[in-house]
């Protein structure tokens, strides 16, 4: 796209970009790109950074990296930036295999904790003793052990925690988010403003100390 002559490049910044160990990351990586059709592969192939070991597993790329290495690219470029001013890389090493003991430990810690948290509510609130008065209110009799009503509880808790999280296993019942997709996403969304505002803090010490005589 041009505009009196001059190219003009829209880019719209991804917030977080995930790139495999040992590859250089590209403006193709980092952005949405909109331009004219001879200048799209160039773009999107230009190599913004060599991430090294010392860099750790998060980059920051900001427009102001970005912009002259376009210019440098193509002369004379007039450049419209929209949404994010900056992109986040993680560089993502090789995954390793799920160890499958560690699995079933999380999955026995996660089950007997969720467990012993829910009998030690109901031993605080004494839910044996309105359960029973639950059902001499209904039945007209005392039962000391209301074992019918208390697996229909159970199971009530179980339909109630599926229903919730709307999730049973990897099946959604629709396309709303879950709460702890929700928290997640802000927890998410929070750590990625702290690394933004960190990684500027660093960038502005080290402008300061090149400055210095």
């Known amino acids: 796209m041009s505009d009196h002559g001059l190219p ?4 719209q910044l991804r917030s977080r970009v995930p790139i495999s160990h ?19 592969a160039p773009l999107r192939s230009l190599e913004l950074v060599h991430p090294h070991k010392w860099d750790g597993n998060l980059l920051l790329i900001d427009m102001m ?3 002259p290495k376009i210019q440098e690219l193509i002369p004379g470029v007039r450049i419209e930036s929209m949404g994010n001013k900056h992109s986040l890389v993680e ?16 999955w026995l810690l996660l089950f007997f904790g969720s467990a012993l948290t829910i009998m030690n509510f109901h031993a ?16 007209g009799r005392r039962d000391e052990h209301p074992y019918l009503f208390q697996a ?14 709307n999730h049973l296993f990897k099946k959604k019942w629709n396309e709303e988010p ?36």
Not at 22 to 40: F, K, N, S
Not at 91 to 102: A, D, W
């Open 8 to 11: 003009t490049v829209y880019l």
């Open 22 to 40: 040992g590859r250089v990351v590209t403006l193709g990586h980092v952005a949405r790109i909109l331009c004219d059709p001879e200048w799209e």
């Open 65 to 67: 990296h970005i912009i």
């Open 91 to 106: 560089v993502v090493k090789k995954e390793k295999k799920p160890s499958l003991i560690l699995f079933v430990l999380v």
């Open 124 to 139: 605080d609130v004494n839910m044996q003793e309105v359960q029973i008065r639950t059902v001499e209110m209904v039945t």
């Open 152 to 165: 229909a509880y159970s199971f009530g808790i179980g339909f109630g925690m599926v229903v919730f999280f």
């Open 178 to 213: 879950t709460p702890l997709e929700v928290e997640m996403f802000l927890y998410q969304e929070n750590i990625d403003q702290y690394v933004v505002a960190e990684e500027y803090k660093r960038m502005k010490t080290a402008n300061h100390q090149g400055d210095s005589p």
